[in-house]
Nanobody, 125 residues
Framework: QVQLVESGGGLVQAGGSLRLSCAASGRTFSTNIMGWFRQAPGKKREFVAAISWRGNMYYADTVKGRFTISRDNANNTVYLRMNSLKPEDTAVYYC???????????????????WGQGTQVTVSS
């Protein structure tokens, strides 16, 4: 059974930093794109960042330059380093693994077949 477990969320002041982790178990995802999405209260879930197995990174414009995605294929883990956090970054953050062979853009939520349960990130002003 595949499980994605996020950790590292919490409460931080504006301008602060957090590092989210997502550990996958149940199968190996070393060749799948892995990504992060987020959902703020009352809003649709949105793409944050994704990384290919080769290390190609993709970011939403809203986080570019502030967030960094990385992965450890040996440990089936993806990370999201978030710097210069803003109150508008407040959301539940989900990690996800894209289905192998999906041809859409990395930010296409529909291409992700495995999802974690989410971790809350709250940025106070």
């Amino acid at each position: 059974q595949v499980q994605l477990v996020e950790s590292g969320g919490g409460l931080v002041q504006a301008g602060g930093s957090l590092r989210l982790s997502c550990a996958a178990s149940g199968r190996t995802f070393s060749t799948n794109i892995m990504g992060w999405f987020r959902q703020a209260p009352g809003k649709k879930r949105e793409f944050v960042a994704a990384i290919s197995w080769r290390g190609n990174m993709y970011y939403a414009d809203t986080v570019k330059g502030r967030f960094t995605i990385s992965r450890d294929n040996a440990n089936n883990t993806v990370y999201l380093r978030m710097n210069s956090l803003k109150p508008e970054d407040t959301a539940v953050y989900y990690c996800a693994v894209r289905t192998a062979g999906y041809a859409g853009i990395p930010g296409d939520e529909g291409g992700y077949g495995y999802w974690g349960q989410g971790t809350q990130v709250t940025v106070s002003s």
